[in-house]
């Protein structure tokens, strides 16, 4: 295909995506049904632990390690609330771009719709509406939900759906902890006052899906991510194994999860946040709600005591989540002559 769309959103030629990719072996798909009949229990060495959620725990830290994602199906978040959430979703977007633009977020408050993203200083092919569960504000932080006039369900559908995804959220955080050999509930404290937003991400038809991303390639900043999709696809997971992209099918009614860089610094490498992209097509759109969860933002981040040790010494310096979270956020914002903040610029040497 010929340049057809701005230049500010053409990837360098060697991040752009491929006519073909595969979507062999995909990524792992985990049954989350164990914890719809037993509740995680508090520490990984309780004897009554059923073979069920011990299998469980076993392949969340297999999981972890190798793919840094997975899917996860019979997740207890009610359909009922992926179809509402959806469907407003579809209706916002498809508002003129002046109505739009009435609850656009600014410099001060990165909350509200937005279409001109950048990752890694390269213009998103995407428009996006981005709210959080505890509005806040801080010298350095604003974080104040915009919710548009129309359609006038959204609000309501978009809170109730959060309440299933923080759910979900804190049971996978869970699982992981005992992966790691931890009480379950050892990293629960990090999210009273949490910084986890959703977003509504609406990639349009693209007349040039050769050149540009929806969203460019990059590792999430926080703990995990639990993302909901449509039925047309366009995540692209790097493999760990052999470095090729493989694209993500989709599940009904399912989430993708990973785990973001603060999950990686808390295990000390253990765990890795992983690199990935949204590729967009020339034929349809495509719908995806992403729900960060992210810790307060009083949060220093270093590798857990309980998994360093003198062969294992910590492999970075803390730092401050809410910085982090702040720089990031401005960056995406507008391009920058610089790289955005990231998880090695704290690396020991």
Known sequence: MGLQVDPAFVQAAEHRPKPTISDAGSIPLIDLSPLL???IPSDPSDPAITDELSNLITQ???????WGFFQVVNHGVEVELLERIQAAAREFFALPAEEKRRVQRGVLNPLGYYDTEHTKNVRDWKEVFDFVVNESETDSLLLKNQ???YPPAMREACEEYVEGAEKLSY?????????????????NSFFEDSTSFTRLNHYNPCPSPDLVLGVGRHKDGGALTVLFQDEVGGLDVKSKANGEWVRV???RNSFIVNVGDIIQVWSNDKYESVEHRVSVNSEKDRLSIPFFFNPAASTNVKPLEELVSEDNPPKYHEYNWGDFFKSRKDSNFQKLEKENIQIYHFKRV
């Open 37 to 39: 009949h037993h509740h």
């Open 60 to 66: 969340i830290g297999e999981v972890c390690r190798d």
């Open 147 to 149: 919710w548009p006039e």
């Open 171 to 187: 049971k996978l955080l869970e699982l992981i902890a005992m992966s790691l050999n931890l009480p379950a509930k050892i990293l």
């Open 249 to 251: 099918k989709p599940i």
